[in-house]
């Protein structure tokens, strides 16, 4: 949500903005994608007192051609604020299509938009209605300016005033690994990892053989506070347990199977004090792309199983090719 600028004064910069033009030189600028091209640069943060950002060579002018991608991360039961540096500058454009920063409210590219900015006057004050900020800076091959400094800091969230301030939160981590395992929520039990009253964020490393990939299937599934992801979730990564590595989140009443392009996942649940009901309970293979080795089972799925785990009583292609026909085989 955006603070300190009415619905006039947007309405009244994009006119004036339009009127002076946004083209450059005289003619409007073809965006391609050797335009599009650009340096990568940015950050993922999470300082637990705020801290300070800007474009590359602030106060002095930017370079051109750079993608800038800053994620901010607040704790649980935290929301951010930014704040813009009033000593701003970023060319402008009719609707900032050239020079700009884009501020999303989540931790991706496609989470909801707050707003692109460029321009002479600074954004207004920026509040997350989560944990996290995506913000981009972009500039272009012309015309670079002074570029941004901007600062943040984390508030309570709101949707948490009646439960307090979280205590701080047990260290749960397990390592898996193998052609199969299962992956279960009541091991944070089993293993003494937390009490059953302690809020949780757990994580499940599985590591694939060598040349290997990893597919999830679910065999269990259960969010106590169902679409409240603040609340619980389960999410899984494909690669590290970076949050620009999240493969896919579930907090409602469904949790679909997932497939990964590396031999490396994480599950991470994530439960409050009163949320320690969720569970799930979810099954990783372990296999690899044809053609398939002598030691291997083709399951008709673009997938090639260890042949200890045809006929084991679970599903672990994509389709149950590998449980077909196990009652002729032990028959005969």
């Given amino acids: 949500m ?11 910069s994009l006119i004036i903005l339009h009127s002076s033009g946004a083209t450059k030189k005289g003619t409007e600028k073809q965006i391609t994608p050797e335009t599009q091209k650009s340096v990568q640069c940015g950050t993922w943060t999470k300082h637990a007192e705020g801290g300070v950002f800007t474009s590359p060579n602030y106060p002095s002018k930017y370079p051109p051609d750079r993608e800038c991608v800053y994620i901010i991360e607040a704790a649980p039961r ?10 701003y500058s970023i060319e402008p454009s009719w609707e900032c299509k050239f020079d700009h920063i884009e501020v999303r409210d989540g931790p991706f590219g496609f989470s909801p938009i707050i707003g692109r900015f460029c321009g002479q006057q600074n954004p207004p004050v920026i509040k997350s209605s989560g944990r996290f900020l995506w913000i981009k800076f972009f500039a272009d091959g012309e015309l670079e300016s002074m570029g941004f400094s901007a600062r943040y800091n984390f508030t309570p969230d709101p949707d948490f005033k009646d439960l307090g301030v979280l205590k701080p939160l047990p260290a749960c981590e397990f390592e898996m690994g193998g052609p199969e395992g299962i992956v279960e929520s009541i091991q944070i039990l089993k293993e003494g990892k937390a009490s059953a009253s302690e809020a949780v964020d757990c994580k499940w490393y599985i590591r694939a053989p060598p040349r290997s990939k990893i597919y999830l299937r679910f065999l269990d599934y259960e969010m106590q506070n169902s679409n409240e992801c603040k609340r619980n ?8 347990s970076s949050v620009e590595d999240l493969k ?4 409602s009443t469904v949790a679909n199977d997932v497939m990964l392009r590396t031999g490396l996942g994480v599950i991470r649940m994530w439960a409050d004090e009163g949320s320690r009901n969720s569970r799930f309970q ?17 399951c008709h799925s673009n997938m090639c199983i260890n042949n200890t785990l ?16 196990c009652k002729d085989q032990t028959a005969s």
């Avoid at 935290?78 to 000593?87: A, S």
């Avoid at 896919?248 to 907090?251: I, N, S, T, V």
């Avoid at 979810?282 to 083709?298: A, D, H, K, R, Y």
């Avoid at 599903?315 to 449980?323: H, T």
């Fill in 2 to 12: 955006i603070y300190g600028r009415s619905l006039f004064h947007i309405i009244a």
């Fill in 248 to 251: 896919a989140k579930f907090c």
């Fill in 282 to 298: 979810m099954l990783f293979t372990s296999f690899q792309e044809p053609p398939c080795e002598g030691n291997t089972f083709f």
């Fill in 310 to 325: 045809v006929c084991n009583g679970l599903q672990n292609c994509v389709y149950p090719w590998d449980e077909n026909h």
């Fill in 233 to 240: 979730f389960v999410a899984v990564y494909d690669g590290s």
């Fill in 78 to 87: 935290q929301c951010i604020e930014l704040y813009f540096d009033e000593k």
